[in-house]
């Protein structure tokens, strides 16, 4: 994607050479930087994915000066910034563009939607009455009419929030002040929009206290309803578990007698084997020995042998050599004997101690399972405690009306940012 946007910003700045020779009416829309830049920041702030994001950021850091500059392009910022939630990074941009161009109503609605979200409520009224400044001065402006009439309505959304759901964030004298001031410098058709949608607000967060209002109180019926049902079922639960756990104390105990006594007698079984095996060892250690020392004097006869000249010394080395080589048969019959019985020996031990761990693990099992059990049993314990507790002083299931008193402290209940709408309107400007 860096060589994409790299290659992209060779097209542009090319197009604006262009541009500056082509008379006006031979420049094609198709060859517009401005156009294409917001064209590729949509596409990439509308992707899902974070190495989509980070392509749109360097896209924009890519960007030629002029491009950068233009309104539009960093509008198509903005919201491919609100897009992916960036509401810190959109909110600095969108500053930026507001400084530089305090014309740019687009830019002023998003604003002031990111200080509303933020809750930054006294920077949001002081942005609003600015931009009722600004929209006094729209009146008669060419294709701003319905631009002008939404970001009326749109402030009517915050300030009936303000009075609504937020009102207690900031003074009623404050609030009310900066209403009237942004009402005044609105013109009949625009004031209608504040008014409408200021009531909108008003009437829906109405709603929504009444709809939580009615769920509490249902949910409290509810509860008493079924108050002493459930403590009636919570007592033979707690009955029922205090059975199962004498239960599972007495299994537990009998597995540990158990397991002490499978202990002990493979350990019976084992000892001999064990002293056997040492024994085997001992004996397979001193063959060894012999077979070493005889296997030298054999190679030492022989080194003899093949210096000695005498016939008579050299048949007797013979006679040695030959009584060396039977001996040296016999320790290795023995070493294979040793060998065989140190094998069987093995095999046993390994058996014994295969069965000992086999009925470790079972029993260990068994008391692990047992365990857990009053792990469970202790759990339900607390659960049906703390069940008790909040049955005795239940208001019923409250998750609806938590749910309802969400939603209508929520910004974004009442005003949701166009997103789609504002990326058509602005793809529609070129």
Same mark, same amino acid.
């Given at each position: 994607?860096?060589? &994409?946007?790299?290659?992209?910003?060779?097209?542009?700045?090319?197009?604006?050479?262009?541009?500056?020779?082509?008379?006006?009416?031979?420049?094609? @829309?198709?060859?517009?930087?401005?156009?294409? $830049?917001?064209?590729? #920041?949509? +596409? %990439?702030?509308?992707?899902?994915?974070?190495?989509?994001?980070?392509?749109?950021?360097?896209?924009? =850091?890519?960007?030629?000066?002029?491009?950068?500059?233009?309104?539009?392009?960093?509008? =198509?910022?903005?919201? *491919?910034?609100?897009?992916?939630?960036?509401?810190?990074?959109? *909110? &600095?941009?969108?500053?930026?563009?507001?400084?530089?161009?305090?014309?740019?109503?687009?830019?002023?609605?998003?604003?002031?939607?990111?200080?509303?979200?933020?809750?930054?409520?006294?920077?949001?009224?002081?942005?609003?009455?600015?931009? @009722?400044?600004?929209? *006094?001065?729209?009146?008669?402006?060419?294709? !701003?009419?319905?631009?002008?009439?939404? @970001?009326?309505?749109?402030?009517?959304?915050?300030?009936?929030?303000? +009075?609504?759901?937020?009102?207690?964030?900031?003074?009623?004298?404050?609030?009310?002040?900066?209403?009237?001031?942004?009402?005044?410098?609105?013109?009949?058709?625009?004031?209608?929009?504040?008014?409408?949608?200021?009531?909108?607000?008003?009437?829906?967060?109405?709603?929504?206290?009444?709809?939580?209002?009615?769920?509490?109180?249902?949910?409290?019926?509810? $509860?008493?309803?079924?108050?002493? /049902?459930?403590?009636?079922?919570?007592?033979?639960?707690?009955?029922?578990? *205090?059975?199962?756990?004498? !239960?599972?104390?007495?299994?537990? /105990?009998?597995?540990?007698?158990? %397991?002490?006594?499978?202990?002990?007698?493979?350990?019976?079984? &084992?000892?001999?084997?064990?002293?056997?095996?040492?024994?085997?060892?001992?004996?397979?250690?001193?063959?060894?020995? !012999?077979?070493?020392?005889?296997?030298?004097?054999?190679?030492?006869?022989?080194?003899?042998?093949?210096?000695?000249?005498?016939?008579?010394?050299?048949?007797?080395?013979?006679?040695?050599?030959?009584? %060396?080589?039977?001996?040296?048969?016999?320790?290795?019959?023995?070493?294979?004997? #040793?060998?065989?019985?140190?094998?069987?020996?093995?095999?046993?031990?390994?058996?014994?101690?295969?069965?000992? =761990? @086999?009925?470790?693990?079972?029993? &260990? +099992?068994?008391?692990?399972?047992?365990?857990?059990?009053?792990?469970? #049993?202790?759990?339900?314990?607390?659960?049906?405690?703390?069940?008790?507790?909040?049955?005795?002083? $239940?208001?019923? +299931?409250?998750?609806?009306?938590?749910? %309802? $008193?969400?939603?209508?402290?929520?910004?974004?209940?009442?005003?949701?940012?166009? #997103?789609?709408?504002?990326?058509?309107?602005?793809?529609?400007?070129?």
């Amino acid at each position: 994607m860096m060589g &994409e946007c790299l290659r992209w910003t060779g097209r542009s700045v090319a197009g604006l050479v262009l541009a500056s020779l082509v008379p006006g009416d031979l420049w094609s @829309a198709e060859n517009d930087p401005v156009r294409e $830049a917001v064209t590729q #920041l949509l +596409d %990439l702030g509308w992707a899902s994915s974070l190495e989509q994001s980070k392509k749109a950021d360097r896209c924009w =850091a890519q960007l030629p000066p002029d491009v950068q500059n233009d309104g539009r392009a960093g509008y =198509a910022y903005v919201l *491919a910034l609100i897009k992916q939630r960036r509401y810190a990074e959109a *909110a &600095e941009k969108v500053d930026q563009l507001v400084a530089r161009d305090g014309k740019n109503v687009a830019a002023w609605r998003a604003k002031i939607w990111l200080a509303m979200l933020t809750k930054r409520y006294a920077e949001a009224l002081a942005d609003m009455a600015k931009l @009722a400044d600004l929209l *006094a001065t729209q009146v008669k402006a060419p294709g !701003q009419d319905e631009l002008c009439t939404m @970001a009326a309505g749109e402030m009517g959304t915050a300030c009936g929030f303000l +009075d609504g759901p937020a009102e207690a964030a900031l003074a009623v004298a404050q609030r009310n002040a900066q209403r009237d001031k942004i009402l005044a410098r609105l013109d009949p058709p625009r004031k209608d929009a504040f008014e409408s949608s200021r009531r909108r607000v008003l009437n829906l967060h109405a709603s929504y206290l009444t709809q939580q209002d009615d769920a509490a109180k249902k949910a409290k019926q509810e $509860a008493s309803e079924r108050r002493e /049902e459930t403590l009636k079922e919570l007592k033979s639960q707690r009955d029922r578990i *205090a059975e199962e756990r004498a !239960q599972v104390d007495e299994q537990g /105990e009998k597995l540990q007698a158990g %397991l002490r006594y499978e202990h002990e007698k493979l350990a019976a079984a &084992e000892r001999p084997l064990v002293a056997e095996m040492a024994g085997l060892q001992t004996a397979l250690k001193g063959t060894l020995a !012999q077979r070493r020392d005889v296997e030298r004097a054999i190679v030492a006869l022989e080194e003899m042998l093949a210096r000695e000249k005498d016939p008579s010394w050299r048949e007797r080395m013979l006679l040695d050599s030959q009584r %060396l080589q039977l001996q040296r048969s016999g320790i290795l019959a023995r070493l294979t004997e #040793l060998q065989r019985q140190v094998a069987v020996v093995n095999t046993r031990l390994a058996q014994v101690r295969a069965q000992r =761990a @086999a009925t470790q693990a079972g029993f &260990e +099992d068994g008391l692990r399972r047992a365990g857990q059990e009053l792990e469970d #049993l202790e759990r339900q314990e607390k659960v049906t405690a703390a069940t008790e507790a909040k049955t005795r002083q $239940a208001k019923g +299931d409250t998750r609806r009306a938590s749910s %309802l $008193a969400t939603r209508a402290a929520a910004f974004t209940t009442y005003a949701p940012f166009p #997103l789609e709408e504002e990326k058509l309107r602005l793809l529609g400007s070129f």
